[in-house]
């Protein structure tokens, strides 16, 4: 083997090391175990950095939705502007619906009064809001690869 093709041998194993631990680092900034269908949530609309971010998925069940205990995962995660990415591995294609919002106080309760959170908050498909929750029918959205990201835009009192 010649020098030149030792270099080139170098090269070629070094980058499939840093593609294999790129591969491992992305699996490992998404929640949940691999199963090979991944959810990325990209938060728009960000306008500070206080507190954290919470990303609450929910199955395609509509009673489930914004329901104690009926999330497949609740988490939170660094609040960066002007918009946070989140991940998790959901269980497969199939609708979902997803609800978020930027826990200021990290107190990992959504604050709000009668009228509107006063911690900023999204739904996945964006719906309008007025006085109320939307219903699931509002909020789903179809997973029908193995990557798919939405972008849900914060809502702000």
Known sequence: ?????????????????????????????????????????????????????????????????????????????????????MCIWIPGPGTYAVAVYQDWNMNHKFDHNILRGIEPFGFSDNPSILFSQPPFERAKFRVTSAETTI???LNHK
């Open 1 to 85: 083997m010649t020098f030149l093709n030792s270099i080139r041998a170098a090269a070629i194993a070094v980058g499939a090391l840093y593609v294999g631990a790129a591969a491992t680092a992305s699996a490992q900034e998404c929640q949940n175990a691999p199963t090979g269908t991944r959810l990325t949530i990209v938060i728009d609309d960000v306008r500070d950095t206080k507190g954290e971010m919470s990303a609450s998925v929910y199955p395609g069940d509509p009673s489930q939705f914004l329901r104690k205990n009926g999330a497949l995962k609740v988490w939170y995660a660094p609040v960066r502007m002007p918009s946070t990415d």
């Open 151 to 153: 972008h849900i835009r």
